[in-house]
């Protein structure tokens, strides 16, 4: 892919931080979609994402101070407004107007701090996409973040198709290989912004990182997985175990533990990607040792995905040419690449217009 | 040289591995002419080598399990025969016939395993070239394995003059700088795939690492050299140490020491190198520490070599044009060289027709 | 900028080394201007620069051995006279004339090894620039290196404008953000291959660095600077600290401390420079430990810079098409810019002449 082609929906709402990442006036060093950005609190609350390059001599701006709701470059003392704009110059009092840096919208919602990269003009709140459980106090679970070494699209390939569970992830998150042979999607729906899948896994015995915060480790469950995947790489996975034989598919949940997984993916650049997510649980939220288990359990999944993920983009970077084939199971990656490049098209071709 | 010239010679065997390298199962991601590969020994004893890269998302395969003479993707699950070819996907009933990655010929002989690169078709076995000292048990060493940061024409280069003996191994292999300037090659022998070099340095010390296995530490020896080297990187070295005066060189071997070297240059990419060798030696065979004693001397003598040959391909990475100035120890190379390019363009013009 | 616009200026003195850094037959491995050279000294005291590349087989002169004035390479044997030109082969008579490297003009003066690496027939002594406190034993200093991962004009830029101590060194160098707000230059002076400029802060703290090496820490202070920069990147700092109130702006300097600095920058690439430096003292410089703390607070001071120099150029190299936006305390960097770049047109215009 040329360096040129466009690569990335910038009219689109991205996780650019964890409010925890904010604390204490740091300035977060974060290059999002190629373009290196600082991110801070303002001492009014509100959080400002700026280019992280003064318009003066190309000094790092993370490497400033907050001020107020300002950030001062501390190479020469220059302060930049939230909106970018140059407002003081030591020793200098006539400011240029066309000193100053890019600004970029940020909404903060339920624990996530949103960043708009694309035209400032169309970046309404009501586009950010909704996910109750993290506003929900009967949910409860730890905010993460990984890195990868890996164009974020490999991530969602990964996470559709749950057949990885089973050999990626025998020990930790899948529990056995039968979960690829024996399951199937009991559905796929294709999404105008992406897909849903349904995965069914009857009569298995618990997977490692549930039996780990579960009493009653040995009797069989009945495993239902629902996935969503939203352009441009925003994934909500909601999981049940339930007693195995008790009518889980005819919707009696009795006796059943959920799960409720979100997880949002973030490029850095065109190899490498920003990964947040939380892994919640509503039963026994007044153990605090049952999310940071999962949050462990979670942490050892996602790294043996990554070498899998990191594989596949240093593979493809030897021989850009190699061109991957489907399987059955590709259905919903497949209508998700769809998807995705065709509202790229529809943005590129207004960008023109 | 850009990255479209042909470099390498295809339709040749290269050694890939040693066989302690594959055992228990080892999966050995091995890129061998700039061709990412993974080599396994199934459970029949076959060794196999295939593309490392799953031929449905690119998957690492060096990453997977062996079964039977199957190597499985751990990702998503599909198996792969020797051949390559596609034999499993969970939770799919067909499987179309173009799923399958490369495979390549492999031959294992004499503690060596080799692959051919090239056109199966032509992949005979009896053009492996044969060393004997490797399989007869009058012959003891160990198997070495080392790597360079450096285009495997360096290290012929190396080999092809053993002036360098006398500087970059005074201390541990040259054992003095006569060696540089009393002795000359007795005879360069323009062979059709490469040469034969013999020198002789009569009346000298012996060298450190002789000197380590011997108990006669002071007598004068007299030292004989005798070098083959073979397209596309395999080099044969019969070393002998005759005590000073004895007539070694009129063929009287009477209380003479007596080595054979091999070492196998296999090109990863036109700018690393696998290196293969053994050091093997013939007397106080029920001794151990022999061998051990001159595989940690051959260690520390090719390390000395290691800084020379990675400098070498640092400085013509930062100025390619740089062309070097040959003097007369280089005849051996020189041949060596030409004779490479004529098999090279022979081996295009028949890809070609 | 493309690799083949002229970039550096060669017919000028650059400093190469310290001399501590070639005792005891040391071959200093360092590229100037993208030339990788060897740096030694000779038997007889004279130091020689060569390309640090054998002429034969591109090994690195570097791991050679000095004998005499002469370089021996450690590969072969050949050796080179400092001149250049190879003097010997071992095992052959006859050596072709044209054999040899690159050798550049060397001269030592007052503690510094200047090199030309420009045309040898207009390598004049008398154009180094002449620093006299380097050879007056009333002025005691270290000599200190730094390797910047940076173009040596933003270590221009960075001196040319001492409102950074403000904000940058606040702590070590600078001592108050006042420095910034409350002074000015009193004078910029454009030079014909530089620029002077002469900043007053009046009545202020003395800045850490300086509280560290007198008695009297708490009195305030009149604060002098005045900062000479030559091309290519040469700067001289002399800096008063006089009581305040005691008239120093008129030339009373009762009382005073002073300090010299030099400072040497020499391009290694485009991207990265070797900085020398030496800050002296002329008072109670019978106490060592006075130049061993400034020398201190240097390293601490010069390693608050590198953050913000190296940083400005990685957001370069992401986006080589920013330009800056100069204010009003630029005048002086863009006027050595200005003039560098007109000597850099005139070299080049008598190149291709």
Same mark, same amino acid.
């Given at each position: 892919?040329?360096?040129t082609?466009p690569i990335f929906?910038?009219?689109c709402?991205y996780?650019?931080a ?6 204490d ?7 999002i979609?190629?373009k ?12 400002v994402?700026?280019?992280d390059?003064?318009?003066?001599? $190309? ?5 400033? =101070?907050?001020e107020? /709701?300002?950030?001062r470059?501390? !190479? &020469? ?17 006539v ?19 949103w ?13 950010i996409?909704?996910?109750p ?8 679970g ?5 890195h ?15 057949a ?8 930790t ?12 999607p ?5 999404? $105008?912004?992406?897909f849903?899948?349904e =995965?069914?896994?009857? /009569?298995?015995?618990p997977?490692? !990182? &549930?039996?780990?915060?579960?009493a009653?480790?040995?009797d ?5 997985n ?15 175990f339930?007693p ?6 005819r ?16 490029p850095?650049?065109r190899?490498?990607?920003?990964f ?8 026994d939220t007044?153990n ?13 999944g996602f ?16 021989d850009?040419?190699f061109?991957?084939? $489907? ?13 995705f ?12 217009a």
């Open positions: 892919m040329a360096s082609d929906l910038k009219n709402w996780v650019a964890w409010p925890h990442e904010l604390i006036g740091k300035r977060v060093a974060r290059t979609l190629e290196p950005l600082v991110l801070y609190r303002g001492e009014s609350g509100r959080v994402a700026l280019d390059r003064c318009c003066h001599r $190309a000094a790092p701006l993370s490497l400033g =101070r907050v107020g /709701d300002n950030l470059c501390m !190479y &020469h003392g220059m302060m930049f407004a939230p909106s970018g704009k140059c407002i003081q110059i030591p020793g200098q009092e400011i240029p107007p066309k000193l100053g840096v890019g600004s970029y919208p940020i909404v903060e919602k339920d624990q996530l701090v960043i708009w990269m694309g035209d400032p003009a169309l970046a309404d709140p009501a586009l996409i909704d996910y459980p993290l506003r929900d106090p009967a949910w409860r730890l905010p993460g973040y990984l990868y070494d890996a164009n974020w699209l490999y991530i969602v390939d990964n996470l559709s198709d749950f990885h569970l089973a050999f990626v992830h025998t020990h998150l899948g529990g056995s290989e039968e979960y690829a042979f024996k399951t199937k009991v559905a796929i729906e294709r999404l $105008a912004d992406g849903c899948v =995965r069914w896994n009857m /009569d298995s015995d997977p490692p !990182y &549930h039996r780990k915060v579960i009653n480790k040995k069989k469950v009945d495993r239902r629902i996935g969503r995947m939203h352009v441009p790489g925003i994934f909500f996975l909601e999981t049940t339930a195995a034989g008790s009518g889980a598919e919707g009696n949940l009795a006796g059943a533990r959920e799960y409720r997984n979100c997880q949002f993916m973030t850095e650049t190899r490498s990607t920003h947040f997510w939380n892994y919640l649980h509503n039963f007044d605090p040792n049952i999310a940071l288990s999962l949050y462990e359990s979670m942490c050892e790294n043996e995905d990554k070498a899998f993920i990191e594989g596949q983009q240093k593979l493809h970077d030897l850009p040419e061109k991957m084939l $489907a399987i059955g199971a590709d259905a919903a990656l497949s209508h998700f690449r769809w998807t490049n065709q509202r790229l098209a529809r943005e590129q071709a207004a960008a023109t």
